[in-house]
């Protein structure tokens, strides 16, 4: 043998053995099935009604489909899909190579197991049923997954003799495919190909998505109608590339850095490679870009499915602009400079909050935001009523009658997030945010004007009053009409129905605006009112936790409204003794309703009676928090964390009882070492807690709290852990390096959930919860109006947003 043969031979067994051949999918011990490039979830997620759930499928590190379960339609016409079917725990059977679930739907006599097992190429999919299909009672039988739209806009399908190209927007239901036994997606796209297949069941490939609904492109496979089969199944092969990587990503704060602080940029690379080298750039204006820092980064460790890199340049503290790059990546620019964090909560305050309140019509120069919206709030919920959102009515506990209008309720209070309703607990966790920011930081702004005679707010127009003053009334009005109203703190306000609560767009048109008068035919309008029964309900249960939460809203509200409005701070304070007092004296109520705390070791208790000190400097409220010193001294470590910590160190020392003070100081000890732990899954400095939702809000949320224990026990709390918060919403976090504040930074959030979802759109300066974790070990953060779970705005993330900025600026700054 010639060298030249031998060398030929050897250069084709490395290409033929360890070149082309992607690795084989393989069930992990976790129950999932996985091959470098590709991993098919078995109920790991259960957030079908997010389509983030059941058989979800991720290739070359994009989720390509999701909420792939059972879907039965009864003979009535009735869906039965999500918490409809009801699922058990996966089993995961190693020596057989299988993950199963069980699953039934009890009203329509079905029983079945959904099993997943790979051949190492493919994964197929079996449904067994516990009986053959009674065909009497159920139409139509199948196993349905969503197509993620956005992977397969402008691609290919192919079924049979069909093809076509997947359109980008909805125009109306359309059948792609019917009746095919394979359906091949996307062949021209190495990255995306995949091909599902079934011998035993018919295959539909379908556009049902429609405007104002949540849906990816469906695709089915389903019995016949009247078989007598006892199963089906679903092949389905992806096409991985061996050669592919997951995406090194640089991610750092892409608002910039202040000199002095810790400046770290993270590599997230495949666990496979190694980095190269990073450089930070200092950008000058004759177009030389001056490499000040070239370095390998230092390896940190896994996470999630990624392996991260450490890149420090705390040091550079020259004032500019700067870039970060990394292979063809660039990351910026971004500036180094004292004054970064003094605009970076600006665009949140200037556009976001005015977009989000309710009662008003919302302008920026020509641009019309929103016309005036729920002029016509808002009428009582009628008693055991379990509506939707969470919202609940139990025993009536309110002066109204059922269905009776509510007076006083058509002014104050921001939409919730991307649905527009008023939840009373999300309203005071904002306005006491936005109210501690007034007290802490008076960042003095006036850019938006605010006119209640006519319902109408503009941007960037000043009316010589306080932006941030202004915001913190308005939160306050709603709340303290509602006090006003029911006698203490309600659960908040909604719509009546679904088809309004779903509606996307400007939400001036979701109610007519004229109150309610049955007196009225159904299309008469008359002296402002209408017979059109539209207006929104408000839910008026107390509840214990609340009541606490609204009263130290009441009482920080007092404070810093005086001087600027002294009607409404009387207003407040009177509000605020009073739900104290009756809480007090009364046997708590636990109302179980979302939005609102639940009281746990009297840790709103202490919130509230400490504000009420901090305003009163009275003795009863000294003497209680006394008495409650061994509740603090039992206080769960994470409950001072994130619940009490902040008002009791801010309290403390103007209580002046030394045993108080060293159990506040104990457990902030505690609390500190516990939050040691927490931050031990990532080299980005703050709290992990990762779910379906992205944990965006609670890092930001805990970022409040950080601040007063930095301020009032800097030799406990280092100050740096409150400023890692800002850096990690702004682009220093895992699954992606988007900015979560729409529109700051180069790349951020700039398809979100907000009103205006429906438009691919955002609201310059909302904070989106972010990139949402896939049990067992991904994560993904992807520009979808769609995923709220990702890219929901909700108020008081804003509100925490606006807080740390100003909190770390001044933390800096000190
Ligand atoms: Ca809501
Ligand atoms: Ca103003
Ligand atoms: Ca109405």
Known sequence: MS????????????????????????????????????????????????????????????RVF??????????????????????????????????????????????????????????????????????TRVKRLGFELELFPEQFWHKTYFAGGRAGIFPERNAGPVTFVEGASEISLAPEDPLTHLVFASTDATLRLADERTADHVQGFTLSAALAPGSPARALSLRLTPRIDPAWRKASVLRASQAGYRP???????????????????????????????????????????????????????????????QLRYAEETLGPFRIDRDVLKDAWKTTLDVYFPVQMCHVEVRQGYRIWRGRCHADDARQAPPHTEHFDGYRQGEPDSPFEPDAPVPGLTWGGWHDAGDTDLPVGGNANTALLLALAQEEFKPGRDVTSIRRED?????????????????????????????HALGHAGVGIIDRNWEQYLATGDPAFTSDGYPYDPALGEREVKDGRSGRKDDRW????????????????????????????????????????????????????????????????????LRATADLFLTTGEARYRERLLALRA?????????????????????????????????????????????????????????????????????????????????????????????????????????????????LGRRSATVAFGFNRSEYSYIPGGVVSGASFLRPRYIEYRD??????????????????????????ALLGR
């Open 3 to 62: 060298p030249m043969r031998r060398g030929l031979g050897l250069a084709l067994l490395t290409c033929c053995v360890a070149g082309p051949a992607a690795a084989q999918i393989r069930l992990q011990p976790d129950g999932h099935f996985a091959a470098p490039g590709f991993a098919l979830l078995v109920y790991h997620n259960r957030y079908l009604v997010g389509r983030a759930g059941g058989i979800e499928g991720l290739l070359h590190g994009r």
């Open 66 to 135: 999701d909420a792939g379960q059972v879907v039965a339609v009864g003979a009535d016409g009735r869906r039965y899909a999500g918490d409809a079917v009801k699922v058990g725990e996966r089993v995961t059977d190693a020596a057989a190579g299988t993950a199963r679930v069980d699953g039934k739907v009890d009203a329509l006599g079905l029983g079945f197991g959904l099993t997943a097992r790979s051949d190492g190429t493919s994964v197929t999919l079996t449904i067994t049923l516990d009986h053959a299909v009674d065909w």
């Open 260 to 322: 002095e602080q810790k400046k770290q940029a993270v590599l997230e690379m495949d666990p496979r490679d190694t980095p190269g080298r990073v450089t930070l750039q200092r950008v000058h204006a004759d177009g030389t870009l001056e490499a000040v820092r070239t370095a390998a980064p230092v390896r940190w460790g896994p996470v999630f499915d990624s392996t991260a890199w450490t890149f420090d340049f705390s040091d550079v503290r020259e004032p500019g602009l700067y």
């Open 455 to 483: 319902a109408r707010v503009d941007l960037f127009r000043p009316d010589g009053k306080d932006d941030l003053l202004q915001q913190v009334a308005y939160g306050v009005s709603y709340l303290l009409a509602m006090d």
């Open 538 to 605: 408000v839910f008026s249960n107390r509840n214990t936790g609340g009541q606490y939460q609204v009263a130290q809203l009441f009482a920080v509200a007092a404070r810093v409204l005086k001087g600027q409005d002294d009607a409404m701070a009387a207003d407040c304070l009177a509000a605020a003794r009073a739900l104290w007092e009756f809480e007090e004296t009364h046997p708590p109520v636990e109302f179980d309703v979302a939005y609102q705390p639940r009281e746990r070791d009297h840790a709103w208790e």
């Open 631 to 743: 509740d603090v001294e039992r206080l769960p470590a994470q409950a001072f964390l994130r619940t009490a910590g902040g008002a009791l160190v801010r309290a403390m020392d103007r209580v002046g009882d030394p045993p108080f003070r060293a159990a506040v100081v104990a457990k902030a000890r505690e609390a500190r070492a516990l939050l040691q732990k927490d931050l031990a899954w990532s080299p980005y400095g703050v709290t992990g807690g990762f779910a379906v939702w992205g944990n965006g809000w609670d890092v930001l949320d805990l970022g409040a709290e950080l601040y007063f224990f930095a301020k009032h026990l800097p030799e406990v709390f280092e100050p740096e852990l409150e400023v890692a918060t800002v850096d990690y919403v702004l682009g220093h976090h895992p699954g992606s390096a988007h900015s979560y504040v729409s529109g």
């Open 784 to 809: 979808s109006p769609w995923d709220w779970y990702i890219t929901e705005y909700v108020m008081n993330g804003a509100a925490a947003y606006v807080f740390d900025v100003l909190a770390a600026d």
